[in-house]
């Protein structure tokens, strides 16, 4: 899908979808107890896209608000009480979303990630995998920051970041941030009534970026429209189409179908593009891996590398660095992300994957190079 396309077309063509959720829709603000009847209006939104055919992640703040009060702590705990209270309102938070699914035989499945796990190319490749492997399981991966352990220097700082970045790792090609705003304004409208809403954005012009507006307050969570047009200017630059909209009302997802306001960004390319943009441009091979006719064909054809079809390796790289493909000729057959290091392609080369195991002791990956981490040469 791709900036030609309407707001409404990018949402009923998204196959792949991650939704944001901040502290203020998951707790009530005067219990402090989680919405439970709110969560069960969005699982059921979010089952229905399900049974549709889609994909979907969630992004879940509300850790640190549920411990605060199960813990009885003031509104701005020290870094230690925060981090113990994300430990407790964790499971809290986790217990909410297993109850909304359940009645719906949906598996919630909790990931927590430090900014490491998106930030270093080794560490990205372990995260993708095991989401994608709860996505082939069927389960909505529920996925948080791990504040326990994260301090002010290691931190996304806000989850409308760490939804990009996971929307980034996935390929999603739709990210959606439920705020209490319904989108962008030209300028702020509780001061300017005259101020206009911002349906769709199609350029990321200082225009758009002065309508972020002053930081804003901190209230429950951390994000306000800054954080928002940052995490969509990260999803953009993966292809990936965003929605800020107000989410407070039941059946959130239903509501932006039939039209509630929302500011779409709908970037030109697709994540699929984006991703072989940046494979083939922004990447400095350390190596090359030399594969023989079969496999040249076979990555050719759309297939992964595996270890069996590699002749020889040249240079020094690590898990998770780019190395070039060529065929015995020379020819360069792509670009790719390398998710074995050069001794192990070294020790594995030209085994088939049963042999993998007996060689290195453990069943490691089975590609060399997975097909969405290759871009072929033209
Ligand atoms: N990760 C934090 C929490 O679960 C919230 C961060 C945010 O809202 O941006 O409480």
Redesign the pocket.
């Known amino acids: 899908m791709s900036a030609t396309s309407t707001p409404h077309a990018m949402l009923a063509s998204a196959r792949r979808v991650v939704v944001k959720i901040?502290?203020s829709l998951i707790v009530d603000p005067d219990s402090g107890a989680p919405r439970a009847e709110w969560l069960a209006s969005l699982a059921t939104d979010i089952s229905r896209w399900r049974d549709a055919g889609r994909q979907v992640l969630v992004v879940?703040?509300?850790?640190?608000?549920?411990?605060r009060r199960a813990l009885g702590l003031s509104k701005s705990p020290a870094l230690e009480e925060k981090q113990a209270?994300?430990a407790i309102?964790?499971t809290l938070?986790m217990g909410a979303w297993g109850h909304a699914f359940a009645p719906f035989g949906i598996l919630a499945a909790q990931a927590l990630l430090t900014l490491d796990d998106t930030e270093t190319r080794r560490r990205w490749l372990n995260a993708r995998a095991t989401l994608e492997t709860l996505l082939s399981f069927s389960a909505v991966p529920v996925i948080?920051?791990n504040?326990t352990v994260?301090t002010a220097e290691i931190r996304?700082?806000?989850?409308?970041?760490?939804a990009a970045r996971v929307s980034q790792m996935v390929a999603a090609d739709l990210l959606l941030l439920l705020s209490d705003v319904d989108g962008l304004y030209t300028a702020d409208p509780r001061k300017f009534p005259d101020a206009c809403h911002v349906p769709e954005i199609r350029a990321l012009t200082p225009e758009i970026e002065a309508m972020a507006g002053a930081p804003d307050a901190k209230g429950?969570?951390?994000?306000g429209m800054r954080?928002k047009i940052e995490a969509a200017r990260i999803a953009w630059g993966a292809g990936c189409a965003t929605a800020i909209f107000r989410g407070e009302a039941f059946n959130p997802l239903k509501g932006l179908e039939s039209g509630a306001p929302a500011s779409f960004f709908l970037p030109p390319e697709t994540p699929h593009g984006a991703r072989r943009q940046w494979l083939k441009g922004g990447l400095n091979p350390l190596g090359v891996l030399v594969v023989d006719e079969g496999a040249a064909r076979a990555l050719r054809g759309g297939a992964s590398l595996l270890a069996v079809g590699i002749i020889g390796v040249e240079g020094s790289f690590g898990r998770g660095d780019a190395v070039a493909v060529r065929d015995s000729a020379g020819t360069l057959v792509g670009k790719g992300i390398s998710a074995w290091s050069a001794d192990h392609c070294r020790a594995i080369m030209g085994r088939k994957s049963d042999e993998v195991e007996r060689v290195l002791g453990y069943r490691g990956r089975p590609a060399i190079i997975h097909r969405d981490d290759l871009a072929l040469a033209d």
């Open positions: 901040g502290s879940s703040s509300g850790a640190v608000a549920l411990g209270a994300a309102g964790q938070l948080n920051e504040d994260a996304y700082g806000d989850n409308d970041r760490l429950m969570g951390s994000g954080t």
